[in-house]
């Protein structure tokens, strides 16, 4: 699944390697997703019962995977590099994203060299898809590059419930790597506040054993998987296929997009 939207649609709206809406049961297993001018693989509005897993979801202009006010997913076992450099403004542009969504879980997937790492969004939506609950990042390896990208970042803008110790928003045993030593940049976000250290992130969280490799277990898992040991792109810090001219918009309330989409 390459190289989509050569008319240079909309990519925030309805263009990109794939969209489903929705869909139940669906299955998305072992493609490889590259080169699209959007998400690589979206589920936007009422996906139920989703799998994601075991996909190679590279080069893309926006999210890697994104899974946008929907419920009950599994996301695992996909390896995702170098997305989201067309898109990263606030947190978007993650390799995986879980945004307005419930009951999700992201587990034992490779993220590498994205504009952000895992991230989940919770934004004024409308109707359940306010109440962002229920989600597990666990076991997922994230290398990022310097200067910038968050590795694991929870985001909200609007006075919802993302941070709320009975939301159960809970991540584990994730793994990091950076290039440099801690003290530079933000690399994690809970709360609305920016961590540039691991332990402060975990204990405003209540994250459970992340920690970081060394350079050398990072070389051995990229070489496992077949993932670049750099960024390739790094040079023009934007993904190999081509900048549409639209920005990512504002989200759209769930009630307008419904009306659209029917």
Known sequence: ???????????????GGT???????????????????????????????????????????????QYEISRNALITGNVVWENGWGSREWCFGAGILVQNSHDVA????LLAWNANGLVVISQERGQSWDRVTNTSMRDNTIISTADGPQAHAYCEDWSGVLFERASNNRSSGNRYWYPETEGSDVRFGWGNRGFQRLADFNAASGTNHGKYIDTATMHQVLAATGVPSRMEAEDTATPLSTEPSTPVPSPVPLAERVQKDG
């Open 106 to 109: 992201v587990e034992d997937n």
């Open 19 to 65: 969209k489903n809406a929705r869909v139940t049961n669906l299955v998305v297993e072992g493609n490889e997703v590259y080169a699209n001018v959007g998400p690589g693989i979206w589920c936007d509005v009422d996906c139920i019962d989703v799998v994601i897993r075991q996909n190679r979801v590279h080069h893309n202009w926006s999210q890697g995977i």
């Open 1 to 15: 699944i390459h190289h989509n939207n050569t008319e240079d649609f909309d990519s925030g709206w309805s263009a």
